[in-house]
């Protein structure tokens, strides 16, 4: 009878910690559908592209110098993405999503989910995507933490910054690649980074 009991609480466990386990990609623990990418506690499972001084502080990943960005290893096409992100005023950074190539990154070869209140041009300032939609309303995102939710199913995207829907747009020019967090300028961190597919 003590083998039964301790052979059923084997089988529980078992399931419990496959449910609960390591996602095959190396990403992070599944919780509910979604995997994580940026747990804050290390760069692990992200590439390294440019100048950009990445390092892990104060459980986020951190750049306050050079040009570059962090590239998922492997390429995503629908999914929904959350993130916390905090920048600094003067910052340029953006979540760049379904890239064409992990090698060129750009908003020329991927979509550009933007982070750039001080952009020259405001029409594709922070919570736009790039030369695809400007912004619904203008949320300054300078000095704090602030939440980014990104949904990307075939062809439509649909951005939410701080809870308030920025962009609902159509587009099938790219349909799937690497995402990738990029510093440009200013101090940029993300952190809690997590994905559904």
Same mark, same amino acid.
């Given at each position: ?9 084997? /089988?529980?466990? $078992? ?11 190396? +990403? $992070?623990?599944?919780?509910?559908? &979604? ?10 499972? &992200?590439?390294?592209? #440019?100048?950009?001084? &990445?390092?892990?502080?104060? $459980? ?7 040009? #570059? ?24 950074? #953006? ?17 550009? /989910? ?30 704090? &933490? ?16 701080? $809870?308030?829907?920025? /962009?609902? /747009? ?6 799937? +690649? ?20």
């Amino acid at each position: 009878m003590a083998v039964k009991y301790g052979l059923g609480l084997l /089988v529980v466990l $078992g399931l419990a910690a496959c449910s609960a386990g390591e996602s095959p990609d190396g +990403g $992070g623990v599944q919780s509910g559908g &979604w995997t994580t990418l940026l747990d804050g506690t290390s760069l692990d499972g &992200w590439t390294q592209s #440019g100048t950009a001084n &990445w390092r892990i502080a104060d $459980g986020a990943a951190h750049a306050d110098s050079g040009n #570059g960005f962090l590239v998922t290893p492997r390429n995503y096409a629908d999914f929904d993405l959350e993130l916390e992100f905090f920048v600094s005023a003067d910052a340029n950074s #953006g979540v760049f999503i379904r890239c064409a190539s992990a090698a060129e990154i750009g908003a020329a070869s991927c979509y550009e /989910v933007n982070i750039f209140d001080q952009r020259q041009d405001p029409t594709y300032r922070t919570g736009s995507i790039v030369d695809v939609a400007a912004p619904a309303a203008q949320i300054d995102t300078g000095g704090q &933490w602030n939440t980014y939710a990104i949904s990307a199913r075939g062809p439509r995207l649909l951005v939410t910054l701080n $809870g308030q829907r920025t /962009v609902d /747009v159509e587009d099938d020019r790219l349909a799937t +690649g690497p995402i990738a967090l990029q510093y440009g300028a200013g101090t940029v961190m993300f952190r809690n980074v997590r994905i559904r597919e």
